[in-house]
Every structure is written in C-alpha cells, then in structure tokens.
C-alpha cells in the first residue's frame, strides 16, 4: 500500500539505507532479521470476509432509488473505488475508456477496449447480473464515446440526464457530450457518495478491523525502535509489521520539528532520544481503509510536548463527544477547534492547520468532511477520522488520529486513543 503521502519522501532515500525483507512467502534475503515483537505477530487476513455479491446488488437498488430522488435517469462510472464499490471490478486502463452505465431502470451496461474484453468479462461476471452483462467493445480505431451513446439509446435516454461520477476524466466527459449532445450530463455525486457515505455493518466491521491491525503494527514497531534509526527504517518496519498480520500497509514517519509539516517533509530524518516522532497511515481489509496516527517521544518528553499532547488529547476526546446523527459536520471540527484556541494555540488555523476529519470508507479520504463551513447533516453509520493537531514550526507536531464510527446516538472510536507520548499503547 503506497500511501498518499509517501510519494514525498520517494525522491530522498540515500543509497545506505537499510531495507527490511518484504516477508513474500519462500522469499529469501540477507536483510536483517524482524525485531522480536513484529516477528512474533500472527496473521489476521482470515477475520476479514469479503463483500458478497448480494451486498452489491443491493447498493445498485439503494443507487437507482437516489438516481430517482435526485433527477437523474443514469449514472457513469470508470475506473477506481465506485466502480469496485457497485461491482467488485478492479481496473486500471489509463487513457482507454472502460465503463459502467448504471440506468434507473434496466440492466447496466459496460464499454470495453475490444482487446481487454477477456479481462473485463472475467470480472463483470462476478458483479450484479453479470453472467448476462451487455459489454460494448471498440476497437483501438473506434470511438468508445459512440458505444456509450449507443447505450444510452437503446435504453431510451437520448434526451436524458446523465450522473458522471467525481473523478471520471475529463477528456472522456467531454467526448460523450460531443458523442451524446442531447444527453445532459449532472454530477452523480449525489448517488455515489449518497451510497458510500452510509456504511452497512459488514463495512464496518471490515473497517474496525483494519484499524485494529494497523495499531496493533505501529504499537509493534514502537517497541523495536533504537535511537539513531532512520525515517525510513521505521517506515519498513511498519509496513513488514502489516505483511505479518496478513495485510498491505503503511505509514509516513516524521521526526522532530518535521512532525509540524502535517503531511510530511522529503529531508532525510534520523530519531534520537526526546524527539518527537509521528506515525500516520493505515491498510485496507476487502478494500476499507484504516488511517491512524500515533505521536510518540523515544525516551522521556520535555513539558511543553506533554501539555501540547494533552491539549490534542483534550481536542479529539471533544470532538467525539459532539459527534453524532443530525449534527452539522461544520460542529465537529468547531468542538476540537475550541480545545484548541482556548489553551492558546489559535486563532483559527494558526496552529491547528488543518480540518478534523474527513469521511473514509473504500478511499482514505472521502465524503462528507468535518470542516467549518460544511452544513452536511452526519447520520449514523458514517465514518470518519478523528485527527486533531498543534504544529509548531522549527519545534515539533503532534496529530492523534483515530478512525470514527458514527453510531445512533453519539460515536465510537474504532481503537483505543492514546495516553501518552512516552507509553502510547497502554490501555486506560
């Protein structure tokens, strides 16, 4: 799992580093063996179920009864998250068109290179309806935007409006407005994230499950950590921690005055004793997302990182307390902001720089978010991060992430938070 954040530091690593096994099974190396406490892990790969086709059809119903209420006759999905979401297909293809045209009513139908259709039926049969799948292939000379013109056609939607997911391109928006110009085409976001936001048990439980498995790494790889140990050696250390509990994980490390760049510096880090370091990452179970973020002092913490520690602590403890069905997002991020500016680390974003959560599910990052200014209403069964933050520049930062479930009447924390900066993994 490359993390979103990780390409910032893919530039810096020095020839001598010192690169930990990748643990595939059979693979043999002469790196140095794991730590006792990552190699003592045991795998949890067979807790996690995968979704059923069933779940599937029935996010493609809940779909067409939004596609219903929101005006729309059709939905467009290409490759990414949405489209494994409603169809368990996982595709990449670049700058071909593949597609799936969800309509209100009748069957869907799917646009495919003509080279590709033996890769793409192998998958389509797997989804909702797809030993009958109607696939509409083109030739590298042809046009996919007149198939799905085609499409639209058949199913009566010549003059209809058409969902375009979020992150479909734009050059394959703009050729079927050329290829379909009575279609109009609308933003489906309304359907999709309408879908996404609101999880079903099963998701979540996938969910508690990989934030369960990437503390359970982090907490392993703080107990192995020597001083002089580099940025990126930590980082190794929790990805190898995550192969041995059975999942592709990892997380971003940032050492001293470097915590206070929220997402990360690409200058080469070394730990040494009283410096602060900060974690964040996660993995995936069947496809759902963890994102946790620890902070913690090898050796003992000066004064000024325990008050900031608490001040943050104070901060995401007030920020689950607010949250809860029928609140406005916008009154979340306010709770944790308060803590904040009240203990003197404000105004606004001067410390705190960033929102305090986001939604996650099968993308880290997804909708709705917790960020003044968002009027959304949460509902139960959304999911987001928890992440306050004090970053002080040319000294050091502290973010305590925790992943939320909304629940019918307040929230829950999928992990236990963490108590202190020089023994974060003791249970309360």
Known sequence: MFSRRRFLQAGTLAAGTSLLPQLSP????????????????????????????????QREEKARRLMQTNNLDAILLTEGTTLNYFTGIRWWGGERLFAMVLPVKGAAFYVCPAFEEGRAREQIAKAPDGERADVRIWQEDESPY?????????????????????TVHFVFTDGISQAAPQVKLLSATPVTAGCRMIKSDHEIELMRLAAKVTLAAYEATWRS??????QQEIQNLIEAAHTKLGFSGSADVQVGEFAAFPHGSVTPQVIREGTIILADGGCKAEGYTSDISRTFVLGKATDKMKQVFDIVHRAQNAALAAARPGLECAAVDAAARKVITDAGYGPDYKYFTHRVGHG???????????????????????????????????EFGVRLEDDMHITEDGAELFTPQSPSLEDPFRQA
């Open 146 to 166: 007149q198939r799905v013109a085609g499409g639209l056609k058949d199913r009566g939607l010549v003059g209809g409006k058409l969902g375009i997911e979020e």
């Open 360 to 394: 996650m599910g099968m993308d880290g990052h997804e909708w709705p978010y917790l960020v003044r200014g968002n009027p959304s209403k949460i509902a139960a069964n959304m999911t987001f991060s928890d992440e306050p933050g004090i970053y002080i520049r040319g």
């Open 225 to 230: 950590l020597k001083e002089g140990m580099t």
């Open 26 to 57: 059979g693979a043999e190396t002469n790196s140095p063996p794991l730590p006792a406490s990552i190699a003592s892990l045991k795998s949890m790969s067979g807790q996690a179920k995968p979704i059923t086709p069933e779940e599937r059809n």
